[in-house]
């Protein structure tokens, strides 16, 4: 059984930062990508960040290049998620996904298998 287990959300102040994980268990974490994807108050889903193990890619959003870092940790079969520099419109729910293309190497936009989601606000 895939799961997805996130962690790490929380309030911080604007400017501060974040370190989200992702916990994942049931399948071959090599062979698929896996994403963040948020959502804000009111708002759709806003992809994030996408990492592809097998090809050695990252990816990123244009609203958080430059400050949020994606990365695994092998030993822990875990997803992270490092944001810097927080800013009020960061506050979102933000999931963890797999991606469904298996060894692809480009962030498709297509996932079977989400986490619970973790909330972040970023407020003073």
């Known amino acids: 059984e895939v799961q997805l287990v996130e962690s790490g959300g929380g309030l911080v102040q604007p400017g501060g930062s974040l370190r989200l994980s992702c916990e994942v268990s049931?399948?071959?974490?090599?062979?698929?990508?896996m994403s963040w994807v948020r959502q804000a108050p009111g708002k759709g889903l806003e992809w994030v960040s996408s990492?592809?193990?097998?090809?050695?890619?990252?990816y990123y959003a244009d609203s958080v290049k430059g400050r949020f870092s994606i990365s695994v940790d092998n030993a822990k079969v875990t997803l992270s998620l490092e944001m810097n520099m927080l800013k009020s419109e960061d506050t979102a729910v933000y999931y963890c996904?797999?991606?469904?293309?298996?060894?692809?190497?480009?962030?498709?936009?297509?996932?079977?298998?989400w986490g619970q989601g973790t909330q972040v606000t970023v407020s003073s």
């Open positions: 049931g399948f071959t974490f090599d062979d698929y990508g």
């Open positions: 996904a797999k991606e469904e293309n298996y060894r692809g190497s480009y962030p498709l936009g297509t996932y079977d298998y």
């Open positions: 990492i592809f193990k097998f090809s050695h890619n990252t």
